[in-house]
DNA sequence: GCCGTTTTCGGCCCGACTGTTTTCAGTCG
């Protein structure tokens, strides 16, 4: 884990712990920015002169801060921490159990932990006590059944999919005039803990009632007039917010967020004599767009993707960022030689329906056994095979290349003279992902550096919610990648966004080049560019920073530098 | 605990829903 991830969690524990021992909430609220902006930091916290120059932390946590980097401890940590029994923390993460009924339950009947929570609700001493009803008993024992099978978020690739049939779905729904998901989702995060529907209808009641009883809505969790919440077969919590045509920009507004935005948003609104909430902005004149609403608070507006505040408000012209149209072509691709599922010809057919004017064929190289990875022989062979399709089309610019091995040592896995013979060459690690970050550090400018390098592949390996992956000293990747002419890939996979979000924001202030790929194996895999892209907004990528944006004989001219 | 174009002290976003109780506390987003 980072040092800066090491942080964030020990300020969100103390958060917790606060909020448990009914501390001031503005207190509690106070170690959670500063744990996010160490999240979201884009250097290391190690690095940084004066940490409480830094939005949001103050002088108290920059000591802290400061203590913990040369002492490896923080002062008062421990004590706070072991001030209540450590199993508190775990309950906190069981819906409809907040601070206060936490605490209780610890103080009142001896609950330290889920296990002793189940003891309580089989034994009756939950029913004792008061404000626990037989309804809020269940639902707690359901929650804790539901977090032991579903810890964690859900990938966007599994989240969008759903979000836009439950759509489709609602708009079917006699008299809906308007309907679109907001929150994490619609800000394009990697991964999303629930999914914000809002809808305006002639009729809320019908909405309400037809939405709870879709056919793959496990439990309805809450049903009123103006919000529903559902748990679907997938796992997923589904909040459905049924708002007037009148103020759905604001409301689609105030449930995309993030958290942070709204709040400047409001403050603002609250300088300027008005009030904003998820009806409007009052008093003021028509809130039915977001465009509207910013307007009125006398600013652009500005795109889901970089609501985090993060700049975004004090930037007076709204950045132009990268959109799937810019996109001009698929520069790590596979296909039956290795381990895809598609021939040259399939590669070359999706990418003239996308509108790409060029797709490279990307295979595995010979350390891939398990992918069957090419040998230099089959390489030639392909690189042959290849040429031979592309002269097939006159349309679309096919270009031979390889996603080659980045070895441990930062050696790439087949001999120059053979990636001489190639179009483009894409690096990538895949194995040895557990090196520490001097050495992958080092193992990754050295792929960098080589002169025949095009493209960093998924430069740190991860999988979202399964594999960390290699953590780099990411500025010193950056800065390498922009004197060396190489790019650095946004992996679209669903699973991999690689290289995520912040990372993105660093390589485009470091000008280094970026590359958005599929890295497709099956038709369907085109079609999570989308979540590639995302990232690159959530980054603020212009179509300048990316290579698949650039023309053909510019690309060509690009590609051309390192060869 | 953090912050300052009214402030170095005194504020800090705010509304909906549930379950319980009978007017509201707690949780959530």
């Known amino acids: 884990m980072s040092l800066n991830n090491e942080l964030a969690k020990l300020f969100n524990t103390m958060a917790t712990v606060l909020e448990i021992k009914g501390e001031n909430t503005f207190k509690v609220n106070a170690n959670r920015k500063v744990a996010r902006e160490l999240e979201e930091l884009l250097d290391d916290i190690g690095s940084i002169q004066k940490i409480s120059d830094i939005k949001g932390i103050g002088k108290s946590s920059a000591i802290k801060i400061k203590t913990y980097i040369e002492t490896g401890t923080m002062e008062g940590y421990a004590e706070l921490v072991n001030s209540i029994p450590s199993g508190l923390l775990e309950l906190m993460n069981v819906q409809g159990l907040g601070p206060k009924t936490v605490g209780r339950l610890w103080k009142e009947i001896d609950v330290v932990d889920i296990a002793t929570l189940k003891t309580a609700i089989e034994d009756g001493r939950l029913e004792s006590m008061p404000r626990m009803g037989k309804k809020t008993i269940q639902n707690i024992a359901e929650s804790v059944d539901f977090l032991k099978q579903h810890a964690g978020r859900w990938r966007i690739g599994v989240a969008m999919p759903l979000a836009e049939e439950l759509i489709r779905k609602i708009k079917c729904i006699s008299g809906v005039t308007n309907v679109k998901y907001a929150g994490s989702l619609r800000r394009g995060k990697e991964t999303i803990g629930d999914i914000d529907i809002l809808v305006s209808a002639m009729d809320e009641q019908l909405v309400a009632e037809s939405f709870c009883n879709f056919e793959n809505v496990d439990k309805v969790l809450a049903k009123g007039e103006t919000k529903c919440s559902v748990r679907v077969a997938e796992g997923l919590q589904i909040d459905l917010r049924i708002v007037s045509e009148e103020s759905f920009g604001a409301a689609l507004m105030y449930f995309t967020g993030g958290k942070e935005h709204n709040i400047i948003l409001r403050e603002r609104a609250i300088k300027q004599d008005k009030k904003l909430n998820e009806y409007g902005l009052t008093p003021s004149k028509i809130c039915d767009t977001e465009e509207n609403i910013y307007k009125d608070l006398g600013l652009p507006w500005i795109p889901p993707e970089i609501r985090e505040d993060r700049g975004e408000i004090e930037c007076e012209v709204t950045p132009r960022l990268i959109e799937l149209n810019d996109i001009r072509s698929d520069l790590h691709c596979h296909t039956t030689a290795s381990d895809g599922y598609m021939s040259i010809e399939k590669l070359a057919e999706e990418a003239i329906a996308r509108g790409f004017h060029s797709i490279a064929v990307t295979d595995h190289s010979q350390s891939q056994g398990q992918a069957n990875g090419l040998s230099p022989e089959r390489l030639r062979a392909h690189i042959h095979a290849i040429k031979q399709v592309n002269q097939k089309y006159n349309n679309i610019q096919i270009l031979a290349g390889s996603e080659v091995d980045i070895m441990p040592d930062g050696t790439l896995d087949y001999e120059d003279e053979l990636l001489n013979e190639l179009d483009i060459v894409v690096a990538s690690p895949h194995a040895s992902l557990q090196q520490n970050t001097p050495d992958a550090t080092a193992r990754l400018i050295r792929a960098i550096e080589h002169p025949l390098v095009n493209i960093i592949g ?80 959530r980054g603020w990528a212009l179509p300048s920073n990316c290579v698949n944006c650039m023309e053909l004989e510019e690309l060509q001219t690009w590609l051309a530098l390192n060869c």
């Open 458 to 537: 998924h430069p740190t390996g991860r999988i979202i919610n399964k594999r960390k992956g290699l953590e780099p000293d990411i500025p010193s990747l950056i800065d390498a990648a922009h004197a060396n002419n190489t790019a650095l890939e946004i992996n679209a996979n669903s699973y991999r966004l690689d290289l995520r979000d912040i990372h993105v924001r660093a390589a485009c202030n470091g000008n280094a080049m970026l590359s958005i790929n599929t890295d497709a194996h099956r038709p369907e895999d085109f079609n999570q560019l989308i979540y590639g892209i995302l990232t690159a907004r």
